[in-house]
């Protein structure tokens, strides 16, 4: 496997470069602030780092399942940068997979995370310093608009570039997510009593429960 095999690989800077500035796109947005915020957002940088690493740096996946990949996809020169767009390459989609519907729809799942993210902070922190239940903006159809975010932007990326070790990962971060939701949910609970199991019962917890303002 020659040099000119991996065009648009072993760029490491790059690498960095893309994990950084996406780690402190979320950072502005999530102000982590306990440990369980802090331990959250490191799996969730793990995630990127190991995203951008296969990226731009060495395609371990590709690398891995080459044998496979060229006998069943033989048209496909899997060495290329564009074909770490392993979706659009596997179903087909030869002009340009950044234009690809596994790709458009990565951008649109990243994102709309990324905008829960941030809508979910404002609404938490407004209530944090009053002491109060985040029950406003999006928080009236979400009761963890910020772990639904993150989940998005992981589902996103991983819609763009699949990769192995994040496939891995991709499960593990989500039942974190589902469990940090829980804990959190059962301290609210334990602050706000009554007033947040009411407010469980009317409001979705990763999905949004629709239902008319009379039927509130």
């Keep these: 496997m020659g040099t000119h095999d991996m065009q648009g690989f072993g760029l490491w800077g790059l690498a960095f470069v893309n994990a950084a500035i996406f780690i402190l796109f979320a950072l502005s947005f999530f102000k982590p602030q306990s440990a369980r915020d802090w331990r959250s957002f490191s799996a969730f940088s793990a995630f990127l780092v190991a995203l951008f690493?296969?990226?731009?740096?060495?395609?371990?996946?590709?690398?891995?399942?080459?044998?496979?990949?060229?006998?069943?996809?033989?048209?496909?020169?899997?060495?290329?940068?564009?074909?770490?767009?392993?979706?659009?390459?596997?179903?087909?989609?030869?002009?340009?997979?950044h234009f690809g519907p596994f790709h458009m729809a990565s951008f649109v799942l990243i994102g709309a995370g990324f905008w829960l993210i941030s809508a979910g902070w404002a609404v938490l922190h407004a209530a944090q310093?009053?002491?109060?239940?985040?029950?406003?903006?999006?928080?009236?159809?979400?009761?963890?608009?910020q772990y639904v975010?993150?989940?998005?932007?992981?589902?996103?990326?991983?819609?763009?570039?699949?990769?192995?070790?994040?496939?891995?990962?991709?499960?593990?971060?989500?039942?974190?997510?589902?469990?940090?939701?829980?804990?959190?949910?059962?301290?609210a609970i334990a602050e706000f009593g009554d007033a947040y199991r009411d407010y469980m019962a009317q409001t979705g917890g990763f999905f949004p429960r629709w239902h008319s303002e009379s039927a509130r």
């Excluded at 310093?129 to 608009?145: D, K, S, V």
């Excluded at 699949?162 to 499960?171: A, C, E, I, Q, S």
């Design 129 to 145: 310093q009053n002491r109060a239940m985040a029950t406003t903006g999006i928080y009236e159809r979400l009761r963890h608009p």
């Design 53 to 97: 690493a296969e990226m731009y740096g060495f395609p371990l996946t590709i690398y891995l399942f080459s044998g496979w990949l060229q006998s069943h996809y033989p048209g496909v020169n899997w060495f290329s940068h564009d074909a770490g767009h392993l979706l659009e390459m596997m179903f087909g989609w030869r002009v340009n997979p």
């Design 149 to 187: 975010g993150f989940i998005m932007v992981l589902t996103g990326f991983l819609l763009q570039w699949p990769t192995l070790l994040t496939v891995v990962m991709y499960p593990v971060l989500v039942v974190m997510y589902v469990r940090l939701a829980r804990h959190e949910e059962q301290a």
